[in-house]
């Protein structure tokens, strides 16, 4: 009952204290935060398929936007991201692979969610080059501490019950998406400036 309030609470943090003057990039996070609140109310009643589909769909569209938000055109080392990125996908792996047989209809929708999760990781990763080290360390990790409130909620809906698992989710979901809010306040004006600049560029060519 508490997340839809958080995300609330976050979405008037992210107001007053956004930095920038590119509405855009605002909207993005706007519009993912807005998405995980709807997601969290519909995910209240999880012994609901409806109820449950429903916010599985928003989930995964707040994830998108988030996607968007962290992606930048700057150039990168594609060897320091494939053992990250290979970590990330056999844990990936691992957690479809034990809820396998208890997801059933959710397979697909599951399979989705769980490659957009693995999507945020990755562009959150990206952002080191780009992005000053305290913006990068706080989104970087709040996606992390979400992938492990993601992972568990999934097997507490799905498979088995865990100890403690309503208070470590809520509290690993909600310290997850407050360091991600929190990187995000925290790029510089300039730092956003030059990402611009740069994207700007690869479009005109």
Request: charged residues 15%; contains cysteine; aromatic residues 20%.
């Amino acid at each position: 009952m508490s997340k839809p309030w958080l995300m609330l609470l976050l979405l008037g943090y992210f107001l007053v204290n956004k930095t920038g003057d590119n509405k855009k990039k605002h909207w993005y996070v706007y519009l993912a935060l807005t998405f995980f609140f709807i997601g969290d109310i519909l995910i209240i009643n999880d012994t609901n398929i409806i109820f449950l589909s429903l916010s599985l769909f928003f989930f995964s569209v707040g994830k998108i936007f988030f996607c968007i938000k962290f992606s930048h055109k700057k150039d990168f080392n594609v060897s320091r991201l494939i053992p990250f990125t290979s970590i990330m996908f056999l844990y990936t792996i691992f957690l479809i692979g034990f809820l396998y047989k208890s997801l059933e209809a959710f397979l697909v929708p599951a399979l989705i969610s769980f490659f957009l999760t693995l999507l945020m990781v990755q562009f959150s990763y990206l952002r080191q080059s780009v992005f000053s080290r305290k913006s990068y360390r706080y989104v970087f990790f709040g996606v992390l501490l979400f992938v492990l409130s993601e992972g568990m909620m999934a097997i507490k809906t799905f498979k088995l019950s865990l100890p403690l698992q309503d208070f470590l989710i809520m509290m690993f979901y909600g310290m997850g998406v407050y360091f991600m809010v929190f990187g995000i306040i925290n790029e510089k004006e300039y730092e956003l400036e030059d990402v611009e600049k740069y994207d700007g560029e690869i479009n005109l060519s």
